[in-house]
Structures are given as structure tokens and as C-alpha cells.
């Protein structure tokens, strides 16, 4: 039963980098695909970008080009980086597993979560 | 990107009561179209998938309908567990985008 966990700093300088780690205890990173996601206070949920087990990535593109997410196989975690943060960057951070079926992608299993604040 | 409209963005019902919720794409995307349920400080969870599969461990008073634009969730007897916001989502094309949610309130 594939568990994610996320960690990182809760609080993050403007104009510097959001660092994220998502741990995967469970199950092999290498069996699935791997997702962020964000929501800001009193805001809904967006999707931040994904990688798939080949290495290639897809990122949300309001996030203008700020945005990397990579893998360590050896390790069972994934990450996400996030440049030049603003104020507008603080929100709760999930890492998801995608979970394709016929083609049609969905975000099957969520970490609980964890809160970044963009403040000086 | 593709809009995802939610109606209502909330509503206030009791238990045992059978509640609707509507999402409208921007666009057509076939049934590339997911439904979460999310309580506050947790994870969201995933009910519903390709607009109308139920997710392993789901209790089946949950269901999704539509395809096209149309979708539709409906919980046929609501519990006490089920007072949280519900987000549909839609994977047809990136960006993945997600309704404003509908929250569901006693």
C-alpha cells in the first residue's frame, strides 16, 4: 500500500527557492507516476506538474517556466523545485500518484500535505 | 487551459438527503473527468475517475455521470462523513485544472 509523505521548509524568503521532498514508502517510485499539486489559503487546488517514470515532465504553465520536478530512483522520492517565489507561491503542497486507466489520468493517492509560507 | 465550473459553490443539507453536484467544462473532454472529496488538514480524496468509475473503497452512494461537458456527482444518502468540499478535475489537456469547489455544509 503505497504511502506519500512530504517535507521541506515551511518558510521560504521571497525571491529565493521552494525545495520539496515526497517520500514514497510502499511501493517502487519506478511503478507509478508522480504528481504536485498546491492550494493556496481560501483558494481552490492547482495542479503544479508531474513526471512519469521515463523522466519526462510537464509543468503548469502559469508557473512560467519557475518550476522543476525530478526524481530519485534509489532513493523512492521525488521532488519539486520552485524559483523566485513570491507571496503568491505560499499554500499547502501535496505530492499525488497518478493513476491511469484507460488513458484517463487521475490523482489516486495524496501525502497528507505540508504548508509553505512565503514571507521575509 | 480548461475551465471547470462547479454549481453550486456550496449548499447546506442534512443527512439522509440526496445532493447533486454539477461541473462544466470549458470545452469537450469526453469522460476525462475526476471528482475528489476534501476535508480541511487533510488529503484530498479521490472518489470518482473517468467520470463515472467508483475508486476502490468508495461507499457507492457516491456516483459520477456526464461526459462531453456535462458532469455530474451525486451523493444518494448523505452522512455525517460526507460534510466536506468536492472538486472535480479534468485531465483531458494540460494544465490539469480543477473546479472551485462545491462545499457541503449541514
Known amino acids: 500500500h503505497v504511502q506519500l509523505q512530504e517535507s521541506g521548509p515551511g518558510l521560504v524568503k521571497p525571491s529565493e527557492t521552494l525545495s520539496l521532498t515526497c517520500t514514497v514508502s510502499?511501493?517502487?517510485?519506478?511503478?507509478?507516476?508522480w504528481s504536485w499539486i498546491r492550494q493556496p489559503a481560501g483558494k481552490g487546488l492547482e495542479w503544479v506538474g508531474h513526471?512519469?517514470?521515463?523522466?519526462?515532465?510537464e509543468y503548469n504553465p502559469s508557473l512560467e517556466g519557475r518550476v522543476t520536478v525530478s526524481l530519485d530512483t534509489p532513493k523512492n522520492q521525488f521532488y519539486l523545485n520552485l524559483g523566485s517565489v513570491t507571496a503568491a507561491d505560499t499554500a499547502v503542497y501535496y505530492c499525488a500518484t497518478i493513476f491511469v486507466t484507460t488513458g484517463k489520468p487521475s490523482f489516486d493517492i495524496w501525502g497528507p500535505g505540508t504548508v509553505v509560507t512565503v514571507s521575509s | 487551459d480548461i475551465q471547470l465550473t462547479q454549481s453550486p459553490t456550496s449548499l447546506s443539507a442534512s443527512v439522509g438527503d440526496r445532493v447533486t453536484i454539477t461541473c462544466r467544462a470549458g470545452q469537450t473532454i469526453s469522460t476525462y473527468l475526476n471528482w475528489y472529496q476534501h476535508k480541511p488538514g487533510t488529503a484530498p480524496k479521490l472518489l470518482i475517475y473517468?467520470?463515472?468509475s467508483l475508486q476502490s473503497g468508495v461507499p457507492s452512494r457516491f456516483s459520477g455521470s456526464g461526459s462531453g461537458t456535462d458532469f455530474t456527482l451525486t451523493i444518494r444518502s448523505l452522512q455525517p462523513e460526507d460534510f466536506a468540499t468536492y472538486y472535480c478535475q479534468q485531465s483531458y489537456r494540460t494544465p490539469w485544472t480543477f473546479g472551485q469547489g462545491t462545499k457541503v455544509e449541514i
Open positions: 513526471i512519469f517514470t521515463s523522466g519526462s515532465t
Open positions: 473517468a467520470a463515472s
Open positions: 510502499g511501493g517502487s517510485i519506478r511503478s507509478y507516476y
